[in-house]
């Protein structure tokens, strides 16, 4: 196995279009893994980890995307996000603590998840929440290219990246409301998610976002439950009351997340149970951000 190592962003495009087969590898959490049980064997690695601006994150505007903006290098690892982002990044910041272990944390990143496009990986959800202004920057010798986050996801384990490009950062928009993830598996640590959900609300634009991990083929929304509450909301004017949504309302919601995903049965949980805990944790997602959204307006009123 061939093992290349760039020391530049430049040189890591030029070696990638060299060798498209080349597996790239930072953190090497979800790679070594796979090379270990011997479920991929590529022809070489790629290594990234002395490019330095995969590290770095930067807060401003961009072209096409509305407000402040965070965009995430692809090799910030989890555990600086939940440091540093917790509040322009509340759902990815949540999302990352319960990645792994410390050591986990302190190299794993969200560069890695969608490279690797497990529909278990635990970025997902938070980002698809996050609203369909997040972009990925795909680049290769040949220019950058943004990808929708709807739209990079196209199999088990499979993503729209191009052979010969590499994904530079993650533009994701800074929080205008409250954000919330949350996941079950086997034990509290060290574990694939059984499944995962990312909820988050947007009051600016008056919508919500919703993500479901680990039960479906692909990291995907809730389409309808987020066009429900949107609508809930919206008509009853709790937007700028902060009154009570209702036990109806949350209940129909997390019905529609549930009919959202289409799961299997498998060594970690069944069908059945993975539509059951998503409609709970699509109620408590929703309760939960909702007395941070109304308490944020209490406060904002004193």
Known sequence: MEFLRPATWDEALAAKAENPSALPISGGTDVMVELNFDRHRPGALLDLNRVTELTEWESGTYEGQEGEVIRLGAAVPYARISKELSGPLQGLAIAGNTVGSPQIRNRGSVGGNLGGASPAGDAHPALLAAGRDVFVEAESVRGTRLIAIDDFYV?????????DELIRAVRIPVAD???QFSKIGTRNAMVI???AFGFALHPKNETVGTGIGSAAPTPRRAPEAEQ???????DRGLWQSGGLIGPAAVQRFGELVSAAASPIDDVRGSAAYRRHALAVMARRTLTWTWNEYTQSLRSAAA
Do not use: I, T, W, Y
Not at 156 to 163: D, I, M
Not at 228 to 234: K, S
């Open 177 to 179: 409301g409250p954000q």
């Open 193 to 195: 998610a059984v499944c």
């Open 155 to 163: 199999g088990v384990k499979r993503n729209s990246l191009q052979p």
């Open 228 to 234: 429900f509450l949107a609508d809930e909301l919206a």
